[in-house]
Each structure stands twice: as structure tokens, then as C-alpha cells.
């Protein structure tokens, strides 16, 4: 009956709270990258870092992160910089040792219908992130966010992160409209990626702010400390000024 109120590590995501702003590098490539830009993301505001360790890729001979080191250097820069930390988590048997240092877990776009690790997860207790399906309508998303809830865990951050539409000029179709909407059928608090969804940077920051104006409870950015130079999604992701501004 009242709307949830998510602490991650001290940052607190819920429906008319201050909205929170998750940043950092797609993906954990090195110590120094992600301490680079743990360093930029806090002096800039963000609350949260993100950053992937394991990283499913559409192509197999893509980026596919460093696995647990990467969950390692992440960690660190986490603690070095004060700020919590989330990062995806793929497979059950991840699970363990990724909740042991990780304030929030993700569950990816791809997976949200991975009904067993959805319980797992549910079982673990600690806060999830969980992004909507590429091809998910919200009754689906709603009930995979169910499957975490049935097994006692109620940290659920819900994240829109854009669906795939006929229309091919961005990447997916970022879909704000699900923000007012879940506001109204869920206690689950709504943030939004931008990022992933749009593909380019220079759409970012305006689809940003659009997400605070329909009332999301963060957004979630990608900020590397050299996009040209990136593995994983430099196209969408801003530089450390361009995040600053």
C-alpha cells in the first residue's frame, strides 16, 4: 500500500525522493579506467557507480568484461571514492560472489525472464536493479519484478531502458510513458536509462532530463573516461565534461 523507498548502500531510490543519478563505465576494462571515472562521476554528483564486470554482448566476439577481476577493481573504486556500487550479474552461480561486494544487483535487459535466477536473486536480499526486457511489454516486466518480490525480497528498482520498435533511426524506442504509468499500478520505484536506449550521446542528456520531468526516480548514464576509446558502447556514452555539464 506505500510506495517502496530502496536504500543501496545509503542512497535511497523511491517515488518523491530527490531522483539519483547512476554513472560510470559501461564496462570495467581496468583499475585505472574505472577508478578514472568512479573519480569524475562523484566530483560531477552521481550517488551510484555503475560498471560491468560480465558483460553479455549480442556479437560472441565482442568486449564480454573482465569477469571477477573486474568485479575487483570496481569494488575498489567504489570504496576509494565513497560511493555504492552495481554491476550485472548473469548467472547463478555468480551470484555469491558478486552480492558479496555489490550494494545493488543488476539484472539485464536480457535476462529478465530468467525466471531461476530471478528467484535466486530473491533469495540473496539484496537491493536489484531490473531492466525491462528489449521486447517486454510492462505486464511481462511487472511480473518478472514478482518473481524477485515472491521470495521475500521487495528491493526492486524497476529500469526502462528502451524496447525495440520498428523504428531503426536510434537504437531502441525509449518509452517514458511507462514512468507515469508504473507510478500509478506499482510501489516499485522507476528509473531510466537513456543511454542504452538511445544509442548516441548528444540525445542523452535531453532524454535525461525528459525522464526527471515524467517523474523517474533516477537515471542511469554511461560515462567512460574516454568514449573514443571504450570497448563496450562508446557511442552513447558521455565524457566526463560533457557529464559535469
Sequence with gaps: PADSAIDVGGVVVGWGLEPVVIAGPCAVESREQVLAAAQAVKAAGAAILRGGAF???????????????????????????????????????????????????????RNMQNFDLLKEVGRVGKPVLLKRGISA?????????????????????????????????????????????????????????????LGRRDLVTPMAKAAVVVGATGVMVAVPPDPARALCDGPPSLDPSRFTR
Design 137 to 197: 511489454t510492462l505486464e511481462e516486466f511487472l511480473a518478472a519484478a514478482e518473481y524477485v518480490l515472491l521470495e521475500g525480497n521487495d528491493r526492486v528498482i524497476l529500469c526502462e531502458r528502451g524496447i525495440r520498435t520498428f523504428e531503426r533511426a536510434l537504437r531502441n524506442t525509449l518509452d517514458l510513458g511507462v514512468v507515469p504509468f508504473l507510478r500509478q499500478v506499482t510501489h516499485l520505484p522507476v528509473i531510466v536509462d537513456p543511454s542504452h536506449a
Design 55 to 109: 558483460k553479455p554482448r549480442t556479437g560472441p566476439h565482442a568486449f564480454q568484461g573482465l569477469g571477477y577481476e573486474g568485479l575487483e577493481y570496481l569494488a575498489e573504486a567504489g570504496q576509494a571514492v565513497g560511493l555504492p556500487i552495481v554491476t550485472e550479474v548473469m548467472r547463478i552461480d555468480q551470484l555469491e560472489p558478486v552480492a558479496a561486494v555489490a550494494d545493488c544487483l543488476q539484472i539485464g535487459a
